[in-house]
T-cell receptor, first 113, second 114 residues
């Protein structure tokens, strides 16, 4: 059973376009995180959202946590080739073992110059 | 001054062999993990240790045995390697902030079983 569903699985866009990646679940999460992974490297934490409805901005990246704490989205404005990578959402489900971090299957983003 | 370091980065070995991957973290975190990332990039947790004690043990063949000599180290030993074990294995450590767990990953070990 996949606790976190990410969509789309693949995204290929031109430089300058905007995009949104979604992370959905039927479970409530204490918090959700977004990681970015580049080829040959481990995932790197971008942001953590903890409060339902919370919006966080990181330069051109905007992260939102759903009001019910079951979903999150990542929006990138004016994408650049340097944004290329695998974006993973992850979270600790409410009531699960502390430290039990579930990952989504990821969205592979390619931004062409 | 690498935060989470694992060795080796690449490992090519024959079926049936036994191999180990080592991991060390200098972040002072209490919890460490092993994750397996398959060819479709799905990151699946295998084990988690908290202060040298095993707290998460997913459905992993018992050919895989983690060992944590101290809270800064978590090694993974694999017996009788099979073709299906080929994957990238990531070590991670985490800190707990309130109800939130934030993970820090090593660079991964690409294991190829031939």
């Amino acid at each position: 059973t996949q606790l976190l569903e990410q969509s789309p699985q693949f995204l290929s866009i031109q430089e300058g376009e905007n995009l949104t990646v979604y992370c959905n679940s039927s479970s409530v999460f204490s918090s959700l995180q977004w990681y970015r992974q580049e080829p040959g490297e481990g995932p790197v934490l971008l942001v953590t959202v903890v409060t339902g409805g919370e919006v966080k901005k990181l330069k051109r990246l905007t992260f939102q946590f759903g009001d019910a704490r079951k979903d999150s989205s990542l929006h990138i404005t004016a994408a650049q080739p340097g944004d290329t990578g695998l974006y993973l959402c992850a979270g600790v489900a409410r009531g699960s073992t502390l430290g039990r971090l579930y990952f989504g299957r990821g969205t592979q983003l390619t931004v062409w110059p | 001054d690498t935060a989470v370091s694992q060795t080796p980065k690449y490992l090519v070995t024959q079926m049936g062999n036994d191999k180990s991957i080592k991991c060390e973290q200098n972040l002072g975190h209490d919890t460490m993990y092993w994750y397996k990332q398959d060819s479709k990039k799905f990151l699946k947790i295998m084990f988690s240790y908290n202060n040298k004690e095993l707290i998460i043990n997913e459905t992993v063949p018992n050919r895989f045995s983690p060992k944590s000599p101290d809270k800064a180290h978590l090694n993974l030993h694999i017996n009788s390697l099979e073709l299906g074990d080929s994957a990238v294995y990531f070590c991670a450590s985490s800190r707990v902030v309130g109800l939130n767990t934030e993970a820090f990953f090593g660079q991964g070990t690409r294991l190829t079983v031939v």
